[in-house]
C-alpha cells in the first residue's frame, strides 16, 4: 500500500475544541488499497476532530459518487453515496484497534491516520445490489440489449397457421372427456 501520509492528523499541537479536515477522494485514493471495483470516484470526505482533555472523538462523513458497473447489465453509472462514522480515540498502552467504535493509541503517538476509515466508510456506503437507475426505470439502452434484441427469435408464421394433425386431435379429445 501507498504511503498515505496526507491522511495524518498530527494531534500534538492542536488546542483542545473542535477542528475540522477536509479531504477529496479520488480513484488514486482506491489504487492505494488495490481496490479496483470503482471505475472512478469523486468524494468529499470531512473529518471532525473534537480534541479532549483525555480523548479525542473523531466524526467522519462522506459524500460523493463512485462509478460503478451494474449488477445485471454491466453498463457503467455514478452510485451516489453518504455516510457517517463516529469514532473515539483514547490512550493507552498499545495500539488497539479491535472494538470498531474505540481506536487506543500509545501514550507516546503525536498524530493519527483517518485513511483506513474513510476507506471503509466509502465502500461499505455502496449498496450491495447495484442496479443502473434506467434499469429501475426501463428505458436503459445497452450494445448487450441491442444484440439480443438482433439475435431474437422471430416468430415463423407458417408453423403459427399451420394445422394440427388430427391424431393428436383425437388423443387431446381423450384428456378432455374426464
Known sequence: MKDLR??????????????????QIDK?????YNFDEFQDCTAKANVTLVKKSTLMELHFTTEGSVQVPCDLTNELYDQEISGSLDLVVKFGQ???????????????????????????????????KRLHPD????????????????????ENK?????????????LKD????K
Not at 493509541?105 to 503525536?110: R, V
Open 6 to 23: 496526507e491522511f495524518n492528523i498530527p494531534f500534538v499541537g492542536l488546542k483542545e475544541g473542535s477542528h475540522l479536515f477536509e479531504y
Open 28 to 32: 488514486k485514493f482506491f489504487e492505494a
Open 94 to 128: 498499545e495500539y488497539n484497534d479491535e472494538n470498531e467504535d474505540i481506536l487506543i493509541l500509545p501514550q507516546e503517538a503525536y498524530q493519527v491516520n483517518v485513511a483506513q476509515y474513510i476507506y471503509e466508510l466509502i465502500v461499505l456506503s455502496v449498496p450491495t
Open 135 to 154: 434499469v429501475v426505470n426501463g428505458t436503459i439502452e445497452s450494445d448487450a440489449l441491442k444484440k439480443l434484441d438482433e439475435l431474437r427469435i422471430k
Open 158 to 170: 407458417t408453423v403459427a397457421n399451420k394445422t394440427t394433425d388430427p391424431r393428436w386431435d383425437k
Open 174 to 177: 381423450l384428456l378432455t372427456d
